[in-house]
């Protein structure tokens, strides 16, 4: 056997990164770091080290796991291999699946360190969910239904468990907001569900989008989306304000609302509105957590 040349483990390496999806790395890490900051108006060792878990590692559990065992139905997808996913060779497979246990349980046992019973529940629910979305036997993203309310886990779990580390006593606020997070997670994955519908259903692969069809996901999706900014309308000032962040994401949907299943790869091009207004809303989310932190 040749062993691997540098250039190859450097190509390897830059695989293995890409798969954790780095253009997404901050829609885990913010909740988890703003959820904990506002808690406890502080920035600490914790803080720190708990950000930089749900930055890379978390994200490369999630979407290592993913690619690892998603790569049959991936070679049909015309999607992977760049930003929205790597096309992962089957020789760095196992590579990728040490590297994200590597990675993590360090961060695992640090935050189990300093945590209590309600941070320890949290952080299970938040690492079974990436575990169980696609590792075999579990495969929650090919349960339809509960595919969407498991990846929208991945996005709203850190901030739960940053308010559990802070010991913070949960608001009306706190948990309407959460609630509205969840509903756009599940508006999030449900989308973006659409665009694969062929190649999921080329592969054997079930969905939401698979089993309701291209259009009534849509629709679902800008439900959930407008469900969530009503719900921000609930929230104590300037919580209001973050009803707006929904409109965005709306009004990007909004055109394939009578989407077919025979169009749907169609809805990639709004997919990838989505990866950028995520920054954009992220920026917006930013202005009013600082308009929260100096009332």
């Not at 994955?189 to 089993?211: K, L, M, W």
């Not at 973050?242 to 990007?252: D, E, K, S």
Request: no cysteine; proline share 6%.
């Amino acid at each position: 056997m040749t062993a691997p040349t540098r250039g190859t483990l450097g190509r390897d390496l830059a695989q293995i990164v890409l798969s954790s999806r780095p253009i997404s790395w901050i829609n885990t890490a913010f909740p988890f770091a703003a959820a904990y900051l506002l808690a406890t108006r502080e920035i600490d060792p914790t803080l720190i080290i708990g950000t930089l878990y749900f930055l890379i590692p978390y994200n490369l559990a999630m979407y290592g796991i993913n690619d690892v065992f998603d790569y049959a139905s991936d070679l049909a997808n015309p999607r992977k291999g760049g930003i929205e996913g790597a096309l992962l060779s089957p020789r760095i497979h196992r590579a990728t699946l040490w590297a994200a246990a590597i990675t993590n349980v360090p961060f695992l046992i640090y935050l189990v360190i300093v945590g209590n019973p309600a941070s320890w529940i949290w952080l299970g629910v938040s690492v079974f969910a990436v575990i169980a979305y696609s590792a075999p036997g579990l495969r929650f993203k090919e349960r339809p239904f509960l595919d969407s309310t498991t990846s929208s886990l991945h996005f709203v779990t850190p901030a739960i468990v940053g308010l559990a580390l802070a010991e913070t006593e949960l608001t009306v606020t706190a948990v309407v907001v959460l609630v509205a997070f969840f509903l756009w997670g599940m508006a999030a994955h449900a989308f973006g569900a659409v665009q694969d519908i062929a190649p999921d259903r080329e592969g054997g692969i079930g969905s939401i989008a698979t089993v309701i069809g291209a259009r009534a996901t849509v629709r679902l999706s800008i439900g959930l989306w407008t469900l969530a900014g009503i719900a921000m309308l609930f929230t104590s000032w300037p919580g209001p304000l973050g009803a707006a962040l929904a409109i965005p994401y709306i009004v990007n949907a909004a055109p394939w609302w009578n989407v077919t299943d025979e169009t749907s790869p169609g809805t990639n091009r709004a997919w990838r509105r989505f990866i950028a207004l995520n920054y954009f809303a992220g920026f917006l989310a930013t202005m009013i957590l600082i308009v929260a932190w100096i009332s």
